[in-house]
């Protein structure tokens, strides 16, 4: 029997993965915030709105001002057929993120079969696809962070002046996207400040030359964001430049849980020191009520991991709910077959870090390590300091879904030449992307 020709798979799966964004991008007509208002006040008075005036007022504008400006050049005028756009051009930032990752995975020395189901499971994740199909600017962060993280990994790895710039460009953009896009902004730039104490840490670029070159692209950044972010006009208004529409809570106690409007951060020990797998599968979807929920709605990883993976767990928008018990099992064969891939992430994150320690690392090592492990810090501050669980959405940390989807591939790529856990990546990968495949088949299903 011929071995899989796995390269030539991947296509299909690139191509699936985008036809399935299309389509529910196409049938959907509903999302997780309200950002049509924001694009209708710009599309109609031609004006930004100020943080009060929208729910999504206090968000970085990109999104939604080309959104606005399709909708101005477009014949067709109807509400209908602009929500339509607005979820298309959602959808196009999903697919370009799916070919920048499959991109970056191929410059990996990876196995064919790790590589070929690392990219479906991010072509075939219901999450990410459902993102693809809502009028929400989490597609906009996701695609410039995975951007500008590919290319500021090339620029470290060769000096290219071409991926430096792609790189400036690609923060710029993820900053003018979505406020959590400031994380990859200290990434690179933290990164970058390291390669200016070493010697001779980016080839082909001097000391010096890097020093001025950092300077720059901190210098770019910063007069964009003030210039074209809402962070000025926020500070005006709150005097905060990061304010949102939501109240902070008090700080939590460490042990004693305290409730704080919709409960998600009751205490230190039970928001970030567990993980309900066993209520995760009693209650395979959570409740948006605030009294009303199960246990695992007040732990942040069980939260995150429930998100990542299962579309229907959070039920909502509200279109997308169902309790039928066909989709409930589904979430629970989703929730244990993505045990195994999950460990080898966070496995691989381990690893990463304790890398970064080691001296003489690559400096893209040490930017993947900084951007994904910062996502996390930045969870657990948002988490902390709002303590709704809508702030423990796994989009928040999508932004640095390169380095999440490589170390999953580096550490899978390490256990595949041992047969018998090679075998268990790729059974418990072809299960997780049935069940993906399932989970989003039935919400298409729903919307149509």
Sequence with gaps: MKPPQWHRAEPGVLVGGALLRLYLALVNTQAND????????????????????A????????????????????????PAFQVRIAQLVSCAAGIATLFIIYRALAREPLAPSIRFLAVALVAFNPTLIGLSAQATNDAFVIL???????????????????MYWEMTI?????????????????????????????????????????????AVFTGLVVASAIA??????????????????????????????TYFFRPGTTSIVDTYGTFRLVDLLEHPVISNDVDDYPLHRTSLWSQLYGRAH????AQHPPSWRTTHPVVLWLGRFIFLAALWPTALLLVGMARSIVAVLTPGRYLDAELYTLAGVGYFVFIIVYSLVYRDFSTMKAEFLFPALLPYVTWFAREAGRWESRRGLGLLTLGTGAALLALYVADIAILARQLT
């Design 55 to 78: 729910w999504e007022g206090f968000q970085p504008k990109l999104y939604h001002s080309v959104v606005a400006l399709l909708w101005d050049i477009s014949p067709w005028q109807s």
């Design 310 to 313: 299962f579309v229907h767990f």
């Design 228 to 257: 074209f972010g809402p962070y000025r006009a926020n500070r005006e208004d709150t005097g905060d430049p990061f304010a949102i529409n939501g109240d902070k809570a008090p700080l939590p106690h460490f042990i004693e849980r």
């Design 170 to 214: 690609g923060v710029i953009l993820a900053l003018l996207s979505k406020g959590n896009g400031l994380v990859i902004f200290a990434a690179v730039a933290a990164t970058l400040a390291v390669g200016v104490i070493r010697s001779g840490a980016v080839p082909g670029v001097s000391r010096a030359r890097l020093a001025a070159l950092t």
């Design 34 to 53: 309200d950002h049509l208002s924001v694009i209708r006040i710009i599309a109609h008075e031609h004006r930004f709105p100020h943080l009060r005036e």
């Design 144 to 162: 410039f962070g995975t951007w500008a993280l590919s290319a500021a990994a090339a620029f470290l790895r060769d000096g290219s002046r071409r």
